[in-house]
């Protein structure tokens, strides 16, 4: 079940982490990186660890464009 939560939280987060790939609006993915990083919690405590590692790939996506911008942009 945590997993099942876990692969909703990171579906959730990358829907929205599309919206911080538009130009000035990276800084949406200060905002969708906790939000995987619940997600991966979830993950984390369940037996199956799939959601874990599509939450931390979604965190990464968001951390790359963050680097890209500078953090800000």
């Known amino acids: 079940m945590a997993n099942l939560i876990s692969i909703l939280i990171g579906a959730i ?6 919206i911080g790939l538009v130009p000035l609006l990276g800084w949406t993915n200060w905002l969708i990186l906790p939000i995987a990083g ?11 660890k799939s959601g874990m590692y599509f939450c931390m790939i979604v965190m990464g996506i ?3 464009r963050l680097w890209l911008g500078g953090g800000i942009i």
């Open 13 to 18: 987060a990358l829907v929205l982490s599309f």
């Open 38 to 48: 619940v997600g991966a919690l979830f993950g984390l405590i369940s037996k199956h």
């Open 62 to 64: 968001c951390a790359f």
